[in-house]
């Protein structure tokens, strides 16, 4: 019993370590402090059509990870339907996906694509990605369900 105790205690101090350390236990997106996609706002790209940073006031959980929205009207319009407004790939560059690899996000560099949310390492990448777009997400999509169980990210 006083292991069983133990073991726990050391799994919250763990706990508490990667959260403090900004490596929050993650869900399926990519996180960067905790939040899905540097906190920028799903929705806003759709609806305001650039990159807007959302706020910690107005927060939603998609698949175990926490979204930051600009305002409660994004916040809802994302709970009412996440997958019309969450990125693809779990939020990682679509470009590493097409070239077989999961890598971080700048959330300046997007495309929304056939009304897809795309997501790029940084505008260099995204200046590849546009170059084929078609391509790269027919190539994206045939290689995500093997890049999705990748472990190491690229940052």
């Known amino acids: ?13 763990l706990g508490s370590f990667a959260l403090s350390a900004g490596l929050a236990l993650a869900g399926e997106f990519y996180e960067k402090d905790g939040v899905a996609i ?14 807007v940073k959302g706020s910690a006031e ?63 390492y940084d505008a260099k990448v995204q200046g590849d990605w546009n170059k084929d777009v078609s391509t790269y997400v027919m190539q994206a999509d045939k290689n995500w369900a093997d890049v999705a169980k990748l472990e190491k990210v690229v940052e």
Request: charged share 20%.
């Open 1 to 13: 019993n006083s292991m069983r105790t133990f073991g726990l205690i050391k799994l919250i101090a």
């Open 58 to 120: 107005h927060t939603a959980v998609y698949k175990g990870s926490t979204f930051h929205f600009t305002s409660a009207a994004n916040r809802e319009a994302f709970a009412a339907n996440p997958g019309e407004y969450a990125p693809q790939y779990d939020g990682f560059c679509a470009y590493g996906v097409a070239k077989g690899a999961k890598a971080k996000i700048e959330g300046e560099a997007f495309k929304i694509v056939e009304g897809k949310l795309y997501l790029n």
């Open 38 to 51: 540097k906190g920028f706002d799903p929705v806003a790209y759709f609806k305001e059509g650039h990159a």
